[in-house]
Antibody, heavy 121, light 107 residues
């Protein structure tokens, strides 16, 4: 199970911070890509990035300068920080568990319910 | 805009077959993955690696890929199949890409 948590309202230019609590599996388990994905109103899903248990991260190029994904093995959770937000960052944010490989690409087999974050003053 | 293109909506009568397509350059040499999201629920993986079905997914769901187009087929459609369907792949830089989503209506 994955469950997102965090503020539902963030002011422009501030930092969006979300947590994903993981249960039933350890984030320390190798082979998984702990992932953030979002969906802005009227748009499709957008992959933000993921982190492996080693701490290695991969981010989408369009957000790379503003995003940090971290992992907390003691709390069995991972987190998202997106700084300098604008209204364009208003979206439903999902956390997910992924599996990646050179030969097969990537798939996401467990998802949270999603949490709406609105950027507004 | 998305690298993967899906029709915004598809309608199907109960018991009939629905087909949802996903087209784009990544699919010329990468697998297609499909997710179903019912209203208010978390997305669910229904097809992986073009044609494989995860455990617990109905046999009514099947997938295929030809050229740069992947297709999700839902046979004998039920009301419970309604919702949004998203395709997903990886691009030439190993970045994850999604389609814009297709809203399936069963009526």
């Amino acid at each position: 199970q994955l469950q997102e948590s965090g503020p539902g309202l963030v002011q422009p230019s501030q930092t969006l911070s979300l947590f994903c609590d993981v249960s039933g599996v350890s984030v320390s388990t190798g082979g998984y890509a702990w992932t953030w994905i979002r969906q802005s109103p009227g748009k499709g899903l957008e992959w933000i990035g993921y982190i492996y248990h080693s701490g290695s991260t991969h981010y989408t190029p369009s957000l790379r300068s503003r995003v940090t994904i971290s992992i907390d093995k003691s709390q069995n959770q991972f987190s998202l920080e997106l700084n300098s937000v604008t209204a364009a960052d208003t979206a439903v944010y999902y956390c997910a568990r992924g599996e990646t490989s050179r030969s097969s690409g990537a798939l996401f087999d467990l998802w949270g319910q999603g949490t709406l974050v609105t950027v507004s003053s | 805009s998305s690298e993967l293109t899906q029709p915004p909506s598809v309608s199907v009568s109960p018991g009939q077959t629905a087909r949802i397509t996903c087209s784009g350059p990544p699919l010329s040499n990468q697998f297609t993955f499909w997710y179903h999201r019912k209203s208010g629920q978390a997305p669910l993986l229904v097809i992986y690696k073009d044609t494989e079905r995860p455990s617990g997914i109905s046999q009514r769901f099947s997938g295929s890929r030809s050229g740069a187009t992947g297709t999700l087929t839902i046979s004998a459609a039920l009301a419970e199949d309604e919702g949004d369907y998203f395709c997903q792949s990886v691009d030439s830089s190993d970045m994850v890409v999604f389609g814009g989503g297709t809203k399936l209506t069963v009526l």
